[in-house]
C-alpha cells in the first residue's frame, strides 16, 4: 500500500508538471502572434495626444473656435477643479479628499480631518498637498 501512495504521488506530481509545460508552451507561442487593439473612437480624426504637424517659419498654432468655447469662462463662473501637482502628476484635490468638485469650506475641513486620520505617514504630505490647494482656492 505504501508504494502505491508513492506512485499517485509521482503521477500527481508528472500531471502538475505536464499541465504547466503545456500553459507555458501555449502563452510563450501566443506572445508575439498577435498586436494590441487600437481603439479607433474617431475614425478620420486625429487623437487628441498626435503629434502636431510641423509648422513652417512664422506661422503660429492655432485652437479650434470649439475649444476655445469650450475652455472659456463667463463672467461670474468658476471652475469646479482644483489641480495641484505632486511628484510631477496632476491630481484633483476634490478627489482625493473624497468631495464632490466645487464642495464648500465646511465639507473640505471635515473630509481633510477624516482622510489626515486614515492616512499613513507617507500619504500624509499628499493629502496635506491637496488641502492647501483647496484652501488656496475658497
Same mark, same amino acid.
Given at each position: ?50 503629434? @502636431?504637424?510641423?509648422?513652417? @517659419? ?6 479650434? @473656435? ?8 463667463? @463672467? ?23 468631495l ?22 507617507q ?16
Amino acid at each position: 500500500m505504501d508504494n502505491r501512495i508513492v506512485r499517485l504521488s509521482q503521477d500527481y506530481l508528472y500531471y502538475v508538471v505536464g499541465i504547466g509545460l503545456f500553459f507555458v508552451l501555449i502563452f510563450s507561442i501566443r506572445r508575439g502572434q498577435k498586436q494590441p487593439t487600437k481603439l479607433n473612437l474617431r475614425a478620420g480624426e486625429p487623437a487628441p495626444h498626435a503629434v @502636431p504637424k510641423k509648422l513652417g @517659419p512664422g506661422q503660429k498654432p492655432t485652437i479650434s @473656435p470649439e475649444t476655445q468655447d469650450a475652455q472659456k469662462l463667463y @463672467p461670474g463662473e468658476k471652475t469646479l477643479n482644483a489641480v495641484f501637482t505632486y511628484n510631477g502628476h496632476n491630481f484633483d484635490a476634490y478627489e482625493v479628499l473624497g468631495l464632490p468638485a466645487g464642495a464648500r469650506g465646511v465639507m473640505v475641513d471635515d473630509a481633510y480631518k477624516r482622510e489626515i486620520a486614515k492616512a499613513s505617514t507617507q500619504g500624509r504630505d499628499f493629502i496635506e498637498c491637496a488641502y492647501q490647494t483647496l484652501k488656496q482656492k475658497h
